[in-house]
């Protein structure tokens, strides 16, 4: 049983979804994965509106983003959250194409706790992503009864 809650994926492209969730499952590492496909739906999620009302609000244990989303761009929607102090806690993954400095200093000036160019070495990414699921257990309290929520 891994040590991960639920990962908010965030990304446009099918085909880096599907890798990306490839390579979370072969290292099993985690329970739950939401995917949400531009910055407005990933907004709507985090803050539990429009057709994610009805989910649970606790926070996801970590977002994989991508910069370059339709409607809100991840930059914003990084700014978003990280302004908000109830989500400003989530560890959050870039994971884009973009090569240019501004993207990457932007976001380490915003709070990313990582910066990944696609295409990536996943056992790179998922190496980060463990880091920072082991790290976020290590740190954070769970909130009560969370822990067992995914286990039937």
């Known amino acids: ?17 599907e890798l990306t969730l490839a390579a979370l499952e072969e290292y099993y590492l985690t ?11 990933a907004l709507d999620y985090l803050y539990c509106r429009g057709q994610f009302d009805s989910r649970s609000n606790e926070n996801p244990a970590v977002m994989l ?25 989530i560890p959050v993954v870039v994971l884009t194409s973009s090569h240019e400095e501004k993207d990457m200093m932007k976001s380490y000036k915003l709070g990313v706790n990582a910066y990944v160019v696609k295409p990536v070495d996943f056992h790179e990414f998922v190496n980060a992503v463990k880091e920072l699921g082991a790290f976020w257990a290590i740190v954070n ?12």
């Open 1 to 17: 049983m891994s040590m991960l809650g639920r990962i908010l994926i965030v990304e446009d492209d099918p085909r880096d979804v």
């Open 31 to 41: 329970n739950e994965v939401v995917v949400t496909r531009d910055g407005q739906e």
């Open 65 to 89: 983003l991508d910069l370059k989303l339709p409607k809100i761009d991840g930059l914003e929607v990084l700014q978003q959250i990280k302004s908000d102090d109830h989500l400003k806690v």
């Open 141 to 152: 309290e769970p909130p009560p009864g969370s822990m067992k929520k995914n286990v039937l």
